[in-house]
């Protein structure tokens, strides 16, 4: 990784629990699509994050889920509020595009784990990629699914990109699945011998998606989430 200084440009709720960051690296940062940052708050104190953009943009954008005053995320929002510049350490992570894959891919997101996929979606746009991809974005309420607008406008915009999205509580007039995340997915595919998976949102959902994939025949050679570098 290299260490970077960042301006701190501006912080933005999406919603009362989810904040949307940009930063403007000092020094270009070269990056894949799908790979994160970490923000340095001490020496041994480095907090990893998604970069939500793609590569090739002069400002990274990041998605902090912090809605518990005092909590992990929170104390990181609570010092970009307060600092003109941040330090970062950046590329971090394996669970980028495969770019040269022709393979359909399958994107999950869970809760700001869309930040994940919103670098990878946007890198495929970039490159004009037209490769069959399926995104199930999946949360407790719509409410929680901060960014739904320019997911379903990827849906709209471009005939290979389909969106799913998932919510445990619906309300009335909801225009998606109600399930959890993971049994819509079992519902949906028989197999996903054939697939490239990239998968992104808390460890405990990431694990249970890798038991359960392994049920429907996954090749785990195609299985790409960087939690997975941190649940056994």
């Known amino acids: 990784m290299n260490s970077i200084r960042c301006k701190v ?30 923000v340095v708050m001490g020496e041994k104190d480095k907090r990893p994050f998604s970069i939500a953009s793609a590569p090739g943009n002069d400002t990274l954008e990041l998605h902090i889920g912090a809605a518990v005053s005092e909590s992990y995320p929170m104390q990181v929002v609570e010092r970009l509020k307060t600092e003109s510049h941040i330090d970062i350490e950046a590329p971090g992570g394996d669970a980028f595009l495969r770019e040269d894959s022709h393979r359909p891919r399958l994107l999950i997101a869970g809760g700001t784990g869309f930040s994940y996929i919103k670098s990878i979606v946007e890198q495929q746009i970039a490159l004009g990629q037209k490769v069959e991809t399926t995104l199930y974005w999946g949360c407790r309420t719509q409410d929680a699914m901060y960014y739904e607008s320019i997911a379903r406008q990827w849906h709209q915009d471009y005939p290979w990109l389909h969106f799913v999205p998932v919510v445990e509580e619906a309300s009335e007039g909801w225009d998606g699945k109600t399930n959890n995340l993971l049994a819509q997915i079992k519902a949906d595919f028989i197999s996903l011998v054939s697939y ?35 649940i056994k």
């Open 196 to 230: 490239d998976i990239y998968i992104a949102g808390r460890f405990n959902m990431v694990g249970a998606a890798r038991e359960q994939f392994r049920e429907m025949g996954v090749d785990e050679a195609h299985l790409y989430g960087d939690a997975f570098a941190f």
């Open 9 to 38: 440009l501006s912080i933005t709720p999406f919603n009362d629990a989810v904040y949307q960051v940009s930063l403007a690296p000092e020094t270009p940062l070269e990056f894949k699509a799908g790979q994160y940052l970490c």
